[in-house]
């Protein structure tokens, strides 16, 4: 069956997938996929000859020996070494990889943007990347780096895949298709999507333009977080969670493919579409997931949990309990905590905290974050609400209230972010950001009571 809106005559799989046309439902589950009737081998992975003359190709997410090992086998039109030749270096000048420490460039602060804006210049996902941080090191695959993306038009026979990395898409600005080897995923503002290393996608604009942020994850893959007391409810359910169901072309045409690796990018001439896997199975695929599924939970009684009871995903490090990277959401909830301070406390912290706001307003500052626009608290900085947040909560009636019209999240870190030349000489940083608790009042005087 082929998309109607889809210029490139996907044939894509008709079989019913569950609930969302397009998509099987599930984080980290075996599928099994095929887009002709008969293609994908059953009983076992590598037949001396598999239907329709594909070939057989195993992805690996994890080393061999990895425990549990999350790989998908691929029957596809030619193995992937036919979507590679002979590479060229190019420059994206935006886009940098950790370590990236720039002199010139003082990280060490609070720091906070507007909105980065949209360009006269026609941009694709790969020019019109924009990195603002940088942590740990690409090479040794430990760190992140967080970027802004400014798309205003689709890749034309051009893919591209990240040896480097997966990557958590988080739009907050126009549509965009991602045409992956494994399906389509279509994302909007308050979805996300998950692209794994080593998976070949192009990037097409369905209404833009389009803006967003993108955490580029060189660690260890994301997972549910675990959720001990809370059990097996609420926070991020497995099943909201969608894989594509496999989609293939058989097109032959001159094309590009880009790859980033350690920090670079090389691009490849090609006679025809890499997207040519017409079947599937495994556990390492590309996931989008609606935001507005995500179930908060909190204090019902008192006191303000540690924002750890928000994380979406976490991607985790060497070091049990802390995070390569936590995905974390601050939207839409009730707050209901009696004789409280309900916002964000007055706090320093080992990690370091990039926030991002996709619409609406945040309760700790309420003037100044703006849609599109993030801040940066880097590790052991102290940050907090304003006076006004702060004076606001502190004598505020303390019924239930609902905290409506917002959708903030943090991309938060064991490492030291470092801003790039871009962040701190391009993007519309807020110079006064850190005046914002100059007029925080000495309230104590030596008597008792409450000031």
Known sequence: MNRPTDPHNFVQATTATGT??????????????????????????????????????????????????????????????????????????????????????????????DAVPHSDEGLTWMTGMRTMTTAGDVNTQVGMATHIYLVSESMEDAYFFSADSEMLVVPQEGRLRFATELGIIDVQPQE????????????????????GFVCENYGQKYELPGRGPIGANCMANPRDFKAPIAAFEDRETPSTVTVKWCGQFHTTKIGHSPLDVVAWHGNYAPYKYDLRTYCPVGAILFDHPDPSIFTVL??????????????????????????????????????????????????????????????????????????NAFEGASNSNLGPEKLDNTMSFMFETRFPQHLT???????????????????????????????
């Open 314 to 387: 976490t991607a985790p490090s060497g070091q049990p309990g802390t995070a390569n990277i936590d995905f974390v959401l601050f939207r839409e909830r009730w707050m209901v905590a009696e004789n409280t301070f309900r916002p964000p406390w007055y706090h320093k912290n080992i990690m370091s905290e990039l926030m991002g706001n996709i619409y609406g307003q945040y309760d700790a500052k309420p003037q100044g974050f703006v849609p599109g626009g993030m801040s940066l608290h880097n590790m052991m900085l102290p940050h907090g609400p304003d006076k």
């Open 20 to 113: 969302t046309e397009g998509y099987m439902p599930g984080f980290g589950n075996d599928f099994e996929t095929e887009a002709l009737p008969g293609a994908l081998p059953q009983g076992m992975n590598s037949p001396q000859k598999c239907n329709y003359g594909l070939y057989g190709e195993q992805l690996s997410g994890t080393a061999f020996t990895a425990n549990p090992p999350e790989r998908t086998w691929c029957y596809r039109i030619r193995p992937s070494v036919k979507h590679s030749h002979r590479y060229e270096k190019i420059d994206l000048p935006y886009w940098k990889s950790a370590p990236c420490v720039d002199p010139d460039v003082i990280s060490l602060g609070q720091y906070r943007w």
């Open 421 to 451: 030349g871009f962040a701190a000489n391009e993007a519309p940083l807020q110079d006064d950001y850190i005046d914002c608790w100059e007029d925080i009042e000495k309230k104590f005087d030596g008597t008792p009571g409450m000031k």
């Open 192 to 211: 996300i999507a998950i692209l794994p290393r080593g998976l070949v996608y192009r990037v097409e604009v369905l209404e833009g333009p389009c803006r």
